[in-house]
């Protein structure tokens, strides 16, 4: 149980991290900014199955990344 709560809390870190080099990147260069978008991506599908469909479920519910993923 402690084990799970300490592995959640590390990729809390290294997804945060990852969100806090995309946004850092954005100005800057879009090779760094492409590579930390893929790694979100990533960081997305790495999961249980249950939970990556509990995700896509809730993303195609959500109106606004309908809306995002139509103009792409």
């Excluded at 969100?19 to 954005?26: C, K, M, N, S």
């Excluded at 249980?48 to 990344?65: D, G, S, T, W």
Aim: no cysteine; glycine share 2%.
């Amino acid at each position: 149980m402690i084990s799970n709560v300490k592995f959640l809390k590390k990729r809390e870190n290294i997804l945060l991290t990852a969100l806090a080099l995309f946004l850092i990147t954005l100005p800057l260069s879009y090779n760094f900014n492409s590579i930390s978008a893929i790694f979100i991506g990533a960081l997305f599908f790495v999961d249980k199955p249950k939970k990556i469909a509990l995700k896509l479920r809730e993303l195609v519910k959500n109106r606004l990344f309908l809306l995002f993923f139509s103009f792409f």
